[in-house]
Nanobody, 123 residues
Framework: VQLQASGGGLVQAGGSLRLSCVAS????????VGWFRQAPGKEREFVVGISWNGASTTYLDSVKGRFTISRDRAKNTVYLQMSSLKPEDTAVYYC?????????????????WGQGTLVTVSS
């Protein structure tokens, strides 16, 4: 399966962006999906994940209440709505499909990765 992440861009602090992750090649509707990010000079970190049916979500503490993950299984797409963005949210954001029906904080549990989309939040 190929994953295509999009929706990144430059936004002022307090603004919003919606990222999309579209799967092609085959469906990922039975897989958990996670969004990770990597800021310059920092390690990649888990941001948010969603289970195969959308019933279970998990968030990094620093984005709780500001980010919302959702999925449209019919469209083979996962969304990340980001609001109240902060400069510290600046990073390349990657979506990934899990080996299981559930998401994980552990990046080794993901076997398909998108190419990343850059989010830049200016102060």
């Amino acid at each position: 399966v190929q994953l295509q992440a999009s929706g990144g861009g430059l936004v002022q602090a307090g603004g919003s962006l919606r990222l999309s992750c579209v799967a092609s090649g085959r469906t990922f509707s039975n897989n958990g999906v996670g969004w990770f990010r990597q800021a310059p000079g920092k390690e990649r970190e888990f941001v948010v994940g969603i289970s195969w049916n959308g019933a279970s979500t998990t968030y990094l503490d620093s984005v709780k209440g500001r980010f919302t993950i959702s999925r449209d299984r019919a469209k083979n797409t996962v969304y990340l709505q980001m609001s109240s963005l902060k400069p510290e949210d600046t990073a390349v954001y990657y979506c990934a499909a899990s080996r299981t029906p559930y998401s994980s904080h552990d990046s080794s549990q993901y076997n398909y990765w998108g190419q990343g989309t850059l989010v830049t939040v200016s102060s």
